[in-house]
């Protein structure tokens, strides 16, 4: 290293100052002459130890801080480093979509675009089907305690998100919804597995929606929501009674949808099916712009021509369904309801900035505009890798969207956040010896047994 | 003559005071590097930044050095464009983004021994009247079976590993679907509670708030977050614990004559809604408050139990004491459970999965097919673990998809392997569904059946 260059140049340096005479102006007799030659071993023997030992403790105190890399590596640091490659080995290879399966099974057979698609063979009689096992099995009734039974459907792809981020607000949504389902008497149905390679991504909700209602028939309203969708108000409950007339049940606004036919008319990401024959044909005519490849292509730029103000892209569930709904109006519209007096599904971007304004102004158990049922991120894509929107803003809305509503979960056990970004909780209410009186105030479910209580 | 002599006497002097000095100079020298190289000089750095600096100077690629960091991802830096948009996630650091408002609670009093809260003597009462004035909120759902709330949790901020948050989202997925089929409610923590039962210990302070808050529960399931089900239609004896209060999975003998600190464990069991299960959580409480307490703890705990290990106090090990010192006072009323897996050790049970799927059958809980397999010690979320990253995420993967196996084929589907998280038809669709009956009876088992009179 330089550092012991210079100290050996130096030593050096110094060792050259007691030899023989530095200057030139002085007499041929030198200082050494004058000591006898053991005298002069003896000091040379002195400056070389001296040297050695400096020479040593040098190195010695270089190795200790800097380390010499190859020449000398600590055993630590390579078995460190061993593990470190090893590990992201093994991360990029549970990341990637590479299936151990794949070599097993190299190629699916090809789709081919002269038989159209299908979920399944056509059934025609689902409702008396329906019911007779309704009678035939008493003890999975559709009503329980008055409510209509309703299970409520969610997913996300098997593999990791992009970005452990995305996995981390998956987490969140998923326990949220978990919560509201809880205080409601909701089932939930978390599917990860893709049932149909040729309907996947957002169209892979549908084979999975009729899977569901034909193996549960005990189910009275299968409830889709997308996985980047919360709820923001704990206590508000879907007017169920509302949609007695009606199988489907969707936000959406029917100006925009028959007179401007604008492709973000309804959203799917958030919608209600009633498990009835009539659902199942619509999701047999709904399918067929699904399957991946030129059909999907294909219905897009169809869909792209016929529907306002969508872009250019491959075709998605939400477009085909309005298509479906403007092209064959009077055969399904009598039985959609467009709902929107309440955010059955709230776009996020008008609505995350005001939660503090609503807390102060409004309280849970409204629905609506002053506090919406549900928050849904549409376009922050956080599982990908890239969103349409700014990340720092998708992502600081949807942890303020959580906090939101497990505000409203917390408060039972006497808890709040320390503002809606944070992760730490505070107390809002000491423990008590009594704490049954919170609860009959507090538990959401008490309350609304009292407000509700009508008999099916 | 003189003159000449006394300069040369003065040079004589100047070459050693040269001399001395050039040797005080090397020592002062070397005090500087050593002190430089152990302390720190601020802005003038330590020979690591130095070696750093060079490296820089030198090298062709970036590397950034991790040298004790194990399961941190080492990225490259990508030279995106959009990167400087802002709408990759990517680059993007979460940790920035939490801010604490309000400030912290006051601190506890040092010299009060920790509660977790009031003292309660009359929670049976309470409970009682409670239950009587809401029928509806009854703690039984049927015959045999009482109100279950599942409990666990994970910590509010992302996992350190970047794929820990992954298998934190598998594994409530897999808590959700046993749950469903079962008829039992879950609930999942995010939440500290209690700064002070901060770690293994923060179920403590949330097990009793959840107690006192939802009455209509008879029994509270703790599960951590590593235990996934394995067999899904294996019914929890409920029966046979009527008289008691406590269920955990482990051993009488390992416990109570070997003292043994892993003759039970506290990653799953069930306690009922309860006094004396106020009580035994007060009891239990005392060694958890972070610090001096625990450390302490953790001392008495190690000479106390057999093969523990030197570390703070583990809530565990806390129950194993307990019971061990205490035995008059709890044992009653603790049942140890090992005819079925309640928990089960992952280390002798994911290698068998196949040969347990060629011989046997779910709904037997026990060694021949597990109820739950807790994967002890993988730490998925953190940055180490006890056990080899590998080993543990594909055996949690393997498990997983053992479970997932038995909710798919509900649907007529099943993984391709164990290690696939691909599915493949079992069955065809058929247009008559109502007629095919899965082969486990778990679309519509007997456990989930509600008392005919529900309206």
Redesign the interface.
């Known amino acids: 290293m330089g550092q012991e260059s210079f100290t050996a140049q130096k030593r050096g340096g110094g060792a050259a100052a007691t030899l023989p005479t530095t200057n030139g102006g002085r007499p041929a007799r030198s200082v050494s002459s004058l000591l006898p030659r053991g005298r002069q071993i003896h000091k040379t023997f002195n400056n070389i130890k001296i040297t050695i030992l400096c020479g040593f403790v040098t190195i010695l105190v270089l190795r200790g801080t800097i380390g010499l890399g190859n020449l000398v590596s600590s055993e630590s640091d390579a078995v460190n480093q061993h593990l470190i490659e090893e590990t992201n080995r093994v991360l990029d290879e549970i990341r990637s979509d590479k299936d151990p399966d794949d070599l097993d099974n190299p190629s699916e057979p090809e789709y081919n675009p002269n038989v159209t698609y299908t979920l399944g063979p056509k059934i025609t009689n689902w409702d008396q089907e329906r019911k007779s096992w309704l009678d035939r099995n008493p003890d999975f009734p559709n009503y329980v305690n008055g409510k209509a039974r309703i299970l409520l459907v969610t997913g996300s792809p098997p593999n990791p998100c992009d970005n452990s981020i995305g996995d981390h607000y998956l987490l969140k949504a998923i326990k949220n919804k978990i919560d509201y389902c809880r205080l409601h008497g909701i089932e939930i149905v978390y599917n990860m597995a893709h049932l149909d390679k040729e309907l996947a991504g957002y169209w892979a909700k549908l084979p999975l929606i009729r899977r569901l209602m034909l193996s549960h028939p005990e189910v009275e309203w299968i409830w889709w929501m997308d996985s980047d969708a919360l709820f923001t108000d704990m206590v508000f409950e879907v007017p169920l009674k509302k949609y007695d007339g009606y199988n489907m049940v969707i936000h959406g606004y029917p100006d925009l949808l028959f007179d401007q036919k604008s492709w973000i008319a309804v959203n799917t990401g958030s919608f209600l099916f009633r498990n009835c024959q009539w659902s199942l044909d619509l999701l047999d005519v709904w399918a067929p712009m699904g399957p991946k490849g030129p059909v999907r292509d294909e219905a897009g730029r169809v869909l792209t021509a016929n529907l306002k103000g969508r872009p250019a892209f491959e075709a998605d569930d939400q477009s085909a369904l309005i298509y479906l709904f403007i092209s064959q109006r009077n055969v399904w519209m009598d039985k959609v309801f467009v709902e929107n007096s309440y955010f059955l599904h709230g776009y996020w971007a008008g609505l995350v900035d005001r939660y503090e304004e609503m807390i102060e102004k409004y309280h849970p158990g409204l629905g609506d505009e002053r506090w919406p049922f549900v928050t849904h991120f549409v376009g922050c894509k956080p599982c990908g890798s890239y969103g349409d929107y700014p990340v720092e803003k998708c992502l600081r809305s949807m942890e303020r969207a959580f906090n939101f509503a497990d505000n409203q979960v917390l408060k039972l056990y006497g808890f709040r956040h320390r503002g809606l970004v944070s992760t730490k909780i505070k107390r809002i209410r000491n423990e008590t010896v009594t704490p049954l009186e919170f609860v009959d105030q507090l538990d959401i479910r008490h309350s609304e047994q009292g407000s509700s209580g009508s008999q099916s | 003559m003189t003159e000449s002599w006394f300069g040369q006497r003065r040079?004589?002097q100047l070459?050693r005071f040269?001399?001395k000095g050039?040797?005080t100079?090397?020592c002062l020298?070397?005090t500087i590097?050593?002190l430089?190289?152990?302390l720190g000089a601020g802005k003038f750095g330590?020979?690591?930044t130095?070696?750093e600096e060079i490296r820089e100077t030198f090298s062709f690629y970036r590397k950034r050095v991790?040298?004790?960091?194990?399961?941190?991802?080492?990225e490259t830096i990508k030279n995106d464009d959009?990167s400087a948009?802002?709408?990759?996630?990517?680059t993007?650091d979460?940790n920035k983004?939490?801010?604490?408002?309000?400030?912290d609670?006051i601190k506890p009093d040092p010299n009060k021994p920790y509660s977790l809260?009031?003292?309660?003597s009359d929670w049976d009462e309470?409970?009682g009247d409670?239950l009587k004035r809401?029928p509806?909120?009854s703690n039984f759902i049927g015959p045999d079976k009482p109100r279950v709330l599942l409990v666990t949790g994970?910590a509010?901020?992302?996992?350190e590993?970047?794929?820990?948050?992954?298998y934190?989202?598998?594994s409530?997925?897999n808590k959700?679907?046993y749950c469903?089929l079962h008829g039992i409610?879950?609930?999942?923590n995010?939440?500290?509670?209690d700064a002070e039962m901060a770690g293994f210990w923060a179920k403590l302070p949330l097990i009793r708030?959840?107690l006192?808050?939802?009455?209509e529960v008879e029994f509270l399931w703790w599960m951590d977050s590593d235990a996934m089900f394995t067999d899904m239609a294996y019914e929890v004896p409920w029966e046979r614990y009527k008289d008691r209060n406590f269920v955990m999975h482990g051993w009488n003998e390992m416990v109570y004559d070997e003292k043994n600190w892993i003759g039970l464990n506290t990653g799953s069991f069930l306690l009922r809604n309860c006094q004396w299960s106020l009580d035994i959580l007060d009891a239990w409480a005392p060694m958890g408050p972070k610090g001096k307490v625990r450390d302490e703890a953790g001392k008495v705990l190690t000479s106390a139990l057999k093969g523990r290990p030197v570390f703070e106090a583990d809530d565990q090990s806390a129950m194993v004491y307990l019971l061990v010192t205490e035995k008059d006072k709890w044992a009653e009323k603790v049942y140890l459970e090992n005819h079925y897996y309640l928990h089960g050790y992952w280390g002798i049970l994911v290698d068998k999965y196949e040969e347990m799927m060629e011989n046997y059958h779910p709904g037997l809980g026990d060694h021949r097919w597990p109820l739950v397999t807790h994967f002890v010690g993988c730490k998925p979320c953190g940055k180490f673990g006890d056990y080899?990253?590998?080993r543990c995420?594909?055996q949690m993967?393997r498990a997983f998809n053992f479970g997932?196996n038995q909710i798919?084929q509900?649907?007529?589907?099943t993984h391709?392997?164990l290690?696939?998280?691909?599915?493949k038809r079992t069955r065809n669709?058929?247009?008559?569904?109502?007629e095919v009956k899965d082969d486990l009876g778990l679309?519509?088992p007997a456990f989930?059946?509600?008392?005919?009179s529900?309206?």
């Open positions: 040079r004589r070459q040269l001399q050039k040797l100079i090397l020298f070397l590097i050593v430089r190289g152990n330590t020979p690591e130095d070696i991790e040298p004790r960091r194990v399961l941190e991802e080492a959009a948009s802002g709408n990759n996630y990517a993007f979460i983004m939490f801010v604490d408002e309000e400030g609670d809260g009031p003292k309660i309470q409970r409670w809401n509806n909120f994970s509010p901020k992302p996992c590993n970047p794929v820990g948050d992954h934190l989202l598998k409530i997925k959700i679907d469903r409610e879950l609930f999942y995010m939440a500290l509670l708030k959840l006192l808050s939802h009455p080899p990253v590998e995420l594909k993967d997932d798919l509900m649907y007529g589907f391709k392997s290690a696939s998280r691909r599915v669709e058929t247009s008559n569904p109502l679309l519509h989930k059946a509600v008392k005919v529900s309206s």
